[in-house]
Protein backbone atom coordinates (compact mmCIF):
# COMPACT_ATOMS: atom_id res chain seq x y z
CA UNK A 1 0.00 0.00 0.00
CA UNK A 2 1.22 3.32 -0.71
CA UNK A 3 0.77 6.90 -0.94
CA UNK A 4 -0.27 9.10 -4.24
CA UNK A 5 1.45 9.02 -7.04
CA UNK A 6 3.93 13.05 -7.00
CA UNK A 7 3.85 14.82 -9.84
CA UNK A 8 7.23 14.81 -11.80
CA UNK A 9 9.38 12.68 -14.13
CA UNK A 10 9.06 9.66 -12.15
CA UNK A 11 4.48 9.73 -11.85
CA UNK A 12 4.60 5.58 -12.04
CA UNK A 13 6.66 5.69 -8.77
CA UNK A 14 5.30 6.95 -5.65
CA UNK A 15 8.12 9.05 -3.98
CA UNK A 16 7.55 7.30 -0.64
CA UNK A 17 6.12 3.56 0.35
CA UNK A 18 4.14 2.89 3.35
CA UNK A 19 3.83 -0.94 4.06
CA UNK A 20 1.21 -2.31 6.77
CA UNK A 21 0.05 -5.91 8.34
CA UNK A 22 -2.72 -7.48 6.04
CA UNK A 23 -5.15 -6.63 8.83
CA UNK A 24 -4.04 -3.04 9.09
CA UNK A 25 -6.83 -1.27 7.14
CA UNK A 26 -10.01 -3.55 8.03
CA UNK A 27 -8.71 -2.87 11.70
CA UNK A 28 -9.15 0.26 11.07
CA UNK A 29 -12.23 0.21 9.63
CA UNK A 30 -13.86 -2.09 12.49
CA UNK A 31 -12.76 0.85 14.45
CA UNK A 32 -14.13 3.85 12.41
CA UNK A 33 -10.49 5.43 13.34
CA UNK A 34 -7.23 6.87 11.50
CA UNK A 35 -4.10 7.08 12.75
CA UNK A 36 -2.03 9.90 13.16
CA UNK A 37 2.00 9.92 13.98
CA UNK A 38 5.37 12.24 13.68
CA UNK A 39 8.85 11.53 12.56
CA UNK A 40 11.29 13.67 13.69
CA UNK A 41 13.91 12.28 11.60
CA UNK A 42 12.69 12.87 8.27
CA UNK A 43 10.06 16.30 9.89
CA UNK A 44 6.74 14.28 8.58
CA UNK A 45 3.21 14.72 9.71
CA UNK A 46 1.69 11.29 8.96
CA UNK A 47 -2.22 10.56 8.54
CA UNK A 48 -3.31 7.26 7.49
CA UNK A 49 -7.11 6.51 6.61
CA UNK A 50 -9.06 4.64 4.69
CA UNK A 51 -10.02 5.43 0.97
CA UNK A 52 -13.39 5.03 -0.53
CA UNK A 53 -12.21 1.81 -1.53
CA UNK A 54 -11.27 0.47 1.62
CA UNK A 55 -7.11 0.42 0.67
CA UNK A 56 -5.52 2.41 2.97
CA UNK A 57 -4.93 6.62 2.68
CA UNK A 58 -1.40 8.14 3.08
CA UNK A 59 -0.90 12.08 3.64
CA UNK A 60 1.95 13.36 4.85
CA UNK A 61 3.32 17.02 5.51
CA UNK A 62 6.52 18.09 6.21
CA UNK A 63 7.66 20.21 9.05
CA UNK A 64 10.84 20.47 11.18
CA UNK A 65 11.23 18.02 13.43
CA UNK A 66 7.82 16.88 14.25
CA UNK A 67 7.81 15.46 17.55
CA UNK A 68 4.75 15.77 19.91
CA UNK A 69 0.92 15.24 19.08
CA UNK A 70 -2.50 15.63 20.32
CA UNK A 71 -5.86 15.32 18.91
CA UNK A 72 -9.69 14.61 20.18
CA UNK A 73 -10.54 14.45 16.54
CA UNK A 74 -11.82 17.80 15.71
CA UNK A 75 -8.29 19.80 16.69
CA UNK A 76 -4.71 18.29 16.05
CA UNK A 77 -1.81 19.83 18.11
CA UNK A 78 2.14 19.48 16.91
CA UNK A 79 4.84 20.66 18.57
CA UNK A 80 7.71 21.17 15.82
CA UNK A 81 11.45 22.19 15.64
CA UNK A 82 10.44 26.27 16.08
CA UNK A 83 6.60 26.53 16.17
CA UNK A 84 3.73 25.04 18.18
CA UNK A 85 1.03 24.72 15.63
CA UNK A 86 -3.38 23.90 16.27
CA UNK A 87 -5.02 22.69 13.27
CA UNK A 88 -8.48 22.19 12.97
CA UNK A 89 -11.06 20.35 11.20
CA UNK A 90 -12.38 22.30 8.99
CA UNK A 91 -15.76 20.05 7.40
CA UNK A 92 -18.77 19.90 9.03
CA UNK A 93 -20.36 16.75 10.45
CA UNK A 94 -21.41 14.60 7.66
CA UNK A 95 -19.20 16.69 5.16
CA UNK A 96 -16.45 15.06 3.14
CA UNK A 97 -13.35 16.49 1.09
CA UNK A 98 -12.23 13.89 -1.78
CA UNK A 99 -13.95 10.96 0.24
CA UNK A 100 -12.54 11.69 3.55
CA UNK A 101 -14.40 13.06 6.64
CA UNK A 102 -11.26 15.18 8.37
CA UNK A 103 -9.12 17.98 6.51
CA UNK A 104 -6.98 19.58 8.81
CA UNK A 105 -5.77 23.28 8.27
CA UNK A 106 -3.61 25.25 10.30
CA UNK A 107 -5.29 27.66 12.57
CA UNK A 108 -2.77 29.45 14.83
CA UNK A 109 0.90 28.43 15.36
CA UNK A 110 3.16 30.11 17.99
CA UNK A 111 6.74 30.33 17.79
CA UNK A 112 8.36 29.22 19.97
CA UNK A 113 12.47 29.09 19.05
CA UNK A 114 14.60 25.82 19.44
CA UNK A 115 13.22 24.38 22.69
CA UNK A 116 13.54 20.47 21.33
CA UNK A 117 9.64 20.19 22.50
CA UNK A 118 8.84 16.98 22.55
CA UNK A 119 5.12 15.65 23.83
CA UNK A 120 2.16 17.61 23.80
CA UNK A 121 -1.21 17.95 25.43
CA UNK A 122 -4.39 19.84 26.08
CA UNK A 123 -5.29 19.83 29.91
CA UNK A 124 -9.32 20.11 31.05
CA UNK A 125 -9.40 23.49 30.68
CA UNK A 126 -8.42 23.76 26.98
CA UNK A 127 -4.53 24.58 27.86
CA UNK A 128 -2.18 23.51 25.07
CA UNK A 129 0.86 21.93 28.01
CA UNK A 130 4.13 20.67 26.32
CA UNK A 131 7.57 19.51 27.08
CA UNK A 132 10.21 21.88 26.76
CA UNK A 133 12.73 19.56 26.50
CA UNK A 134 15.31 21.93 26.44
CA UNK A 135 14.74 23.64 29.31
CA UNK A 136 13.78 20.51 31.17
CA UNK A 137 10.09 21.52 32.38
CA UNK A 138 6.37 21.59 31.28
CA UNK A 139 5.68 25.21 29.25
CA UNK A 140 2.71 26.35 28.04
CA UNK A 141 2.55 28.61 25.06
CA UNK A 142 2.84 32.81 25.30
CA UNK A 143 1.86 36.02 23.20
CA UNK A 144 4.66 37.43 24.53
CA UNK A 145 7.89 35.17 25.15
CA UNK A 146 9.16 31.95 23.42
CA UNK A 147 6.92 29.85 26.78
CA UNK A 148 5.48 30.14 29.78
CA UNK A 149 7.53 27.36 32.44
CA UNK A 150 4.62 25.22 34.41
CA UNK A 151 6.65 22.93 36.30
CA UNK A 152 10.22 21.72 37.01
CA UNK A 153 11.39 18.30 38.34
CA UNK A 154 12.48 18.61 41.95
CA UNK A 155 15.78 17.31 41.34
CA UNK A 156 16.58 20.78 39.14
CA UNK A 157 16.70 24.26 40.53
CA UNK A 158 16.76 26.58 38.10
CA UNK A 159 15.52 26.59 34.37
CA UNK A 160 18.47 26.53 32.16
CA UNK A 161 18.97 26.11 28.25
CA UNK A 162 20.82 22.69 29.27
CA UNK A 163 18.94 19.42 28.73
CA UNK A 164 20.27 18.57 31.54
CA UNK A 165 17.57 15.74 32.06
CA UNK A 166 16.09 14.58 28.75
CA UNK A 167 12.38 15.42 30.36
CA UNK A 168 10.46 14.09 27.07
CA UNK A 169 7.28 12.26 27.46
CA UNK A 170 3.79 13.58 29.23
CA UNK A 171 0.72 11.94 30.67
CA UNK A 172 -2.49 13.51 32.01
CA UNK A 173 -4.82 12.32 34.06
CA UNK A 174 -8.06 13.56 35.15
CA UNK A 175 -7.07 16.66 32.52
CA UNK A 176 -4.01 17.68 34.47
CA UNK A 177 -0.72 16.87 33.67
CA UNK A 178 0.20 14.13 35.93
CA UNK A 179 3.03 12.18 34.89
CA UNK A 180 6.08 12.91 32.78
CA UNK A 181 9.53 10.67 31.80
CA UNK A 182 13.11 11.63 31.82
CA UNK A 183 16.25 10.24 31.26
CA UNK A 184 18.31 10.89 33.97
CA UNK A 185 18.25 12.76 37.27
CA UNK A 186 22.10 14.15 37.32
CA UNK A 187 22.04 17.95 37.39
CA UNK A 188 24.74 18.50 34.97
CA UNK A 189 24.33 20.02 31.71
CA UNK A 190 23.48 17.35 29.06
CA UNK A 191 23.93 14.90 31.60
CA UNK A 192 21.57 12.59 29.98
CA UNK A 193 23.81 12.58 26.76
CA UNK A 194 26.49 11.47 28.65
CA UNK A 195 24.94 8.48 30.70
CA UNK A 196 21.48 7.10 30.48
CA UNK A 197 20.47 5.30 33.79
CA UNK A 198 18.33 2.61 34.67
CA UNK A 199 14.53 3.55 34.17
CA UNK A 200 12.63 3.77 37.15
CA UNK A 201 8.99 4.73 37.89
CA UNK A 202 7.82 6.89 40.64
CA UNK A 203 3.88 7.19 42.16
CA UNK A 204 2.41 10.28 43.15
CA UNK A 205 2.66 10.77 46.97
CA UNK A 206 5.19 12.26 49.30
CA UNK A 207 9.20 11.57 48.60
CA UNK A 208 8.97 8.47 50.96
CA UNK A 209 6.39 6.92 48.58
CA UNK A 210 8.69 7.87 45.23
CA UNK A 211 11.20 6.44 47.02
CA UNK A 212 9.51 3.17 47.29
CA UNK A 213 8.57 2.96 44.26
CA UNK A 214 11.82 3.65 42.51
CA UNK A 215 13.39 0.90 44.46
CA UNK A 216 10.28 -1.62 43.56
CA UNK A 217 10.55 -0.79 39.78
CA UNK A 218 14.76 -0.37 39.00
CA UNK A 219 15.83 -3.62 39.66
CA UNK A 220 16.44 -5.60 36.01
CA UNK A 221 14.98 -2.57 33.96
CA UNK A 222 17.17 -2.07 30.58
CA UNK A 223 19.87 0.98 30.36
CA UNK A 224 18.31 4.03 28.69
CA UNK A 225 14.70 3.60 29.68
CA UNK A 226 13.31 6.77 30.34
CA UNK A 227 12.20 7.47 34.26
CA UNK A 228 8.72 8.50 34.87
CA UNK A 229 8.25 11.14 37.90
CA UNK A 230 4.90 12.51 39.15
CA UNK A 231 4.17 16.40 38.38
CA UNK A 232 2.86 18.11 41.41
CA UNK A 233 0.76 20.88 41.78
CA UNK A 234 2.30 23.39 39.73
CA UNK A 235 0.17 22.88 36.86
Not at 24 to 38: C, D, H, Q, Y
Not at 192 to 212: F, P, T
Request: proline share 4%.
Amino acid sequence: MSSDVADGPAKDAPWIEVTGSSRLAAWLAERRVSLAFTTYQTGKLFLLGLRPDGGLAVFERTFGRAMGLWADGQTLWLGTQYQVWRFENALRRGETYQGHDRLYVPRLGYTTGDLDAHDVAVDAAGRVVFVATLFNCLATVSVRRSFTPLWRPPFLSKLAAEDRCHLNGLALEAGRPRYVTAVSSRRRARSSRLQRVAGQSAAAGSSDARARTVARCSGGKARGTPRAWPVLQAC
